[in-house]
């Protein structure tokens, strides 16, 4: 896993509402992560996204313990995403600080009863796609996330954009259309973020979601850092 450009991703962040890890995994290690989908004994759910009206294709929930690659991305990633969340936190003046260590996160989250992990592998088909939405499991909700492509843009699918809308009071909605090559992340917020304005910072509800896929076959690794109740 390289190295990431913290200062260079928060300013994204702040600006756009996203920020892109270029090659944040090998094309080995996505390989690696697709082939596990078919791995049953390696997840604790499935859900079929058509059957609940999120849209179409299938993802699911990894169990406790986590493989190895998922947790490090859980565990390593979280300390600086922290602090910038906690800036956010301070700037949409909110009061909930988040701790500098994910186990500590998660036992507050074990605390309030989100015991499920949530980290997912999701699988796309000609045809499918994810409505736009926000990850939200219960009260304790970490502000930020993070979706990984394990597959090959044009190689082995084509559509399949990763999209966000935000959506500013009283203004229409504004939309990002997010490209990305096998291995590199998407970072954004789980449902909003502080924007600058004139009279100081506001908040803005963020959503994403997946456009339709073209052809082909689309995996992606998803890690939210708060568990679910």
Do not use: K
Request: with cysteine.
């Amino acid at each position: 896993m390289r190295a990431p450009d913290w200062q260079a991703l928060e300013d994204a962040l702040n600006q756009h509402g996203c920020a892109v890890v270029p090659g944040l995994l090998s094309a080995e290690t996505c390989a690696a992560l697709a082939a596990q989908y078919d791995a049953a004994q390696l997840f604790r759910s499935r859900v079929v996204m058509e059957r609940h009206g999120y849209g179409r294709g299938e993802y699911q929930y990894f169990a406790y313990p986590l493989p190895p690659v998922v947790a490090q991305l859980r565990q390593t990633l979280y300390s600086p995403l922290a602090a910038i969340a906690n800036r956010w936190q301070e700037q949409m003046g909110l009061e909930t600080r988040f701790p500098l260590e994910h186990a500590d996160f998660v036992a507050r989250c074990h605390a309030a009863g989100q015991v499920r992990p949530t980290p997912l592998l999701l699988r796309y088909r000609a045809g499918d796609y994810n409505c736009l939405h926000q990850d939200l499991y219960g009260e304790q909700v970490f502000p930020l996330q993070l979706a990984v492509l394990l597959s090959r843009p044009q190689d082995d699918f084509t559509g399949g954009e990763f999209v966000l809308t935000e959506q500013r009071p009283r203004m229409q909605s504004r939309a990002e259309v997010v490209p990305l090559a096998q291995g590199d992340a998407v970072i954004f917020p789980v449902f909003h973020r502080p924007v600058n304005g004139t009279r100081g910072s506001y908040r803005v509800q963020m959503r994403h979601g997946v456009s339709r896929l073209r052809s082909g076959l689309r995996h992606t690794l998803g890690i939210i850092f708060h568990d679910a109740n």
